[in-house]
């Protein structure tokens, strides 16, 4: 039961984080809800490795307290900068198949 619930909470953190991340990122952002999970968790562990790099716990601490307000907004600040690289991204890919018509 240890891992199905470590995945559950993933998801969950994962959809919490994501959505405060859309609320904060200005603009529009194209993609749906599993999108915002994925980007979320990846933006968490993101979060985690840059408290690490300023003498935090890294993504052990996120590992093991995903729910402290420390780990919630190094998390979002991690899904911010994701969702910025992913909106480049796709931005571009959308371009390269609206010119090619």
């Known amino acids: 039961m240890g891992l199905l619930w470590a995945i559950i909470s993933w998801i969950i953190i994962g959809a919490i984080i994501g959505l405060i991340?859309?609320?904060?990122m200005p603009g529009r952002q194209a993609m749906g809800l599993g999108a915002t999970i994925?980007?979320?968790?990846v933006g968490a562990i993101v979060g985690g490795f840059?408290?690490?790099l300023f003498g935090g716990n890294g993504?052990?601490?996120i590992i093991n307290n995903p729910w402290s307000i420390g780990?919630?907004?190094?998390?979002?600040?991690?899904?911010?900068?994701?969702?910025?690289?992913?909106?480049?991204?796709?931005?571009?890919?959308?371009?390269?198949?609206?010119?090619?018509?």
């Not at 994925?38 to 968790?41: E, F, K, S, T, Y």
Request: hydrophobic residues 60%.
């Open 21 to 24: 991340a859309r609320a904060i």
């Open 38 to 41: 994925v980007l979320g968790v």
């Open 50 to 52: 840059i408290g690490g």
């Open 59 to 61: 993504v052990a601490g």
């Open 71 to 101: 780990t919630i907004i190094l998390a979002v600040i991690g899904a911010l900068i994701v969702m910025f690289v992913y909106g480049l991204i796709t931005k571009n890919s959308a371009g390269d198949r609206n010119t090619a018509r």
